[in-house]
């Protein structure tokens, strides 16, 4: 079966995409811990980040990075965090986290959001993406 961000990818179930290419997505989480808190995903499901392939794990990062200086200039936080944990969903993806201290980190922190407030967020990812350069937001 399919896993939820295969689902979400075939559009079978909603998502508030603020990247899309032919290797990746980003989404924004929907429990997120701070605003902006989005997911890097491979498009192909791979379950354990350390066998995703050495290219892909560096489109990965890329795509990451990019979606980074996004974040950082809609929420201005100090840091934006980078996370694996993997036991959530069995298809890897990297979290990005808009942090101001390590306490940031803490998952017991996420709170459902909704989806209003998902799509307004996105959007201001994707405008800010699109004004950076990165076309990959405008096909999200």
Request: glycine residues 4%.
């Amino acid at each position: 079966m399919a896993s939820i961000f295969t689902q979400i990818l075939n559009g079978d179930l909603p998502g508030h995409f603020i990247w899309r290419d032919e290797k990746a997505i980003a989404i924004l989480t929907i429990s997120p811990i701070k605003p902006g808190h989005c997911l890097v995903i491979p498009v192909e499901e791979i379950n354990h980040w350390d066998d995703v392939p050495a290219e892909l794990a560096a489109h990965l990062m890329l795509v990451a990075q990019k979606v980074a200086k996004g974040l950082k200039a809609v929420y201005s936080p100090k840091r934006v965090g980078v996370m694996i944990a993997g036991l959530e969903v069995p298809h890897t993806h990297i979290h990005l986290i808009p942090v101001n201290e390590l306490t940031d980190f803490d998952f017991s922190l996420q709170k459902s959001a909704a989806p209003e407030q998902l799509a307004a967020e996105a959007e201001k990812i994707r405008s800010t993406l699109k004004h950076q350069g990165c076309s990959e937001a405008e096909c999200a």
